[in-house]
């Protein structure tokens, strides 16, 4: 069932998607095969990420998770980002590296995720940018495992190791269900060819 709500910050052009109801605003055919392209990015990261992770925590444990999270995601997020010709990435309102900080559109959107209801997840965004431009993101929950790293009780060595790798780092105190942050996917103007 659709559900139609004005949010005063975001122009016509744009679609939230909150566990598949669309909040506002019709979607063209270009829109779809651009939207079904940035969902189809964004698994593959989180698939990819996700076994990284995995893996990391099986040989290693939080610690060697922290190093996947340094230098296997910004890897994976280029790969794609190559593959693609969108930028993908990932931010955060509190973000562990300053590379990820959002920039505008990305703050307001996370800024959205945060006051969404628990029921209404997932949480997706996604917004024409013109001449075949388009930006999306999807929200990332934090999930029990993530709490080794990102919660309140951390244990002293990955405090230690987090210390280290990020002098600078806002990703922690999270709770079970948080938005710790998303995905996103930028496609580039004027690209004609990308949405066939």
Known sequence: MKRKHQVPWLSTQF????????????VSGDEDALLSKSRALTDQYATELQAALQDAMR?????????????????I??????????????????????????????ETVLSEFDMAPAEARPLEFFERTGNNGARYMKAIPTGGVCLACHGTALAPEIQQQLDRDYPHDRARGYELGDIRGAFSITWPKDDADRVR
């Open 77 to 106: 997020a280029s790969k794609l980002s190559r593959i693609s010709g969108a930028s993908v990435t990932r931010t955060s309102l509190r973000f562990r590296n300053p590379g990820n900080a959002p920039i505008n559109w990305q």
């Open 15 to 26: 679609v939230l998607i909150i566990s598949g109801t669309l909040l506002w605003a019709p």
């Open 59 to 75: 040989t290693g444990g939080p610690v060697t998770a922290i190093g996947v999270c340094k230098t296997i995601a910004p890897q």
